[in-house]
């Protein structure tokens, strides 16, 4: 016969292996892609996040994040998630206008009056508003992250939209940036980031734009020696999540992971703002020169963007014109 203390300790070995089990079955592990390397802000903000909504539910929800693009761009990582292989995707707002219109705002040049707009237009209800409008397509916004100001790099200065004239410049999958370069006198030519370095080296494009720390970790200032900080565009990356996933989540959980984002979002202000400043220095070092146009002439040659769009997408021009009045 077994001593009652013995029972006792059967009993809460058996709770403690059945708590376990539980635990461990109701588990979710959320499978995130994205395209850039591990030491680059974005990846250290959305690691946090992980951390942290784990955290915040006891172990039931994890994410596990896929640097690199091993999971494919960020277009077929956006196919993946719609087909159900993929819980989340980090992407940015020039890559999104293909799968939720809304995006496109963000992609116009010269939208931003300055840093603490751009904040606050992501912030605020309009940020929130385009997070919302891709539930269509499958898929939400959970979260923008800063991706600085984007600027043309190639093996001369450019100091004014004449100097791209003849030049094929790479501009991501993105109707907005192929307008944007077509209106400063450039050649487009849509390409994954992950083609650009060897494309640059070849030959195949002969400038880029990008933001500083993209520029450096992709290593593309070893193949391009200027960059010009005409800052056309603030483009944002953006985290998204399958609608799928989202909603099999328990309300719990779905509050956990927003707040988790909104975090990692106040955490990479800070982490980008550093690695613009590491990562400058690091294409200054590699023999890169950093030139700082007057941008008078690139703000005045994609007016007709603006125009073009008041004659012809209503529904846009009014998310913009909600932007430009956000304080
Ligand atoms: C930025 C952005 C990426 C994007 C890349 C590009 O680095 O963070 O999401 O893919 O630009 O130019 O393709």
Known sequence: MMTRKRVLTAMIGAALTFGATASTYAATTLKLSHNHPRDHAVHKAMSHMAKE?????????????????????????MELMQNGALDMVKSNAAELEAFAPAYAAFNLPYLFRDKSHYYNVQEGSVGEEILASSRESGFIGLTYYDAGA?????????????DLKGLKVRVQPSPSAINMVKALGGSPTPLAYGELYT???????????????????????????YYSMDEHTMVPDVLVIS???????????????????????????????????????KAEKLGVTFVSPDKTAFVESVQPMYADLEASNPALNDLVKRIKEVQ
């Not at 006891?58 to 077929?76: F, K, W």
């Not at 070849?202 to 400038?207: C, L, N, Y």
């Not at 099999?248 to 927003?258: I, P, V, W």
């Open 150 to 162: 984007r600027s043309f790099y190639t093996s001369k200065p450019i100091k004014t939209p004449a």
């Open 243 to 281: 609608t799928k996933t989202y909603d099999g989540l328990s309300d719990e959980n779905r509050k956990a992971l927003k707040q988790a984002a909104m975090e990692s979002m106040e955490l990479m202000k800070q982490l980008w703002a550093e690695s613009e400043a590491k990562e400058r220095q």
């Open 199 to 225: 494309a640059l080296q070849q030959g195949v494009v002969d400038a880029a734009e990008n933001n500083i720390p993209s520029f450096s970790l992709s290593r593309h200032s070893e193949v391009a020696k």
């Open 53 to 77: 909504v784990r955290k915040l539910t006891d172990g039931d929800v994890r994410i596990r994040i896929y640097p690199d693009a091993q999971l494919g761009t960020q277009r077929e990582s």
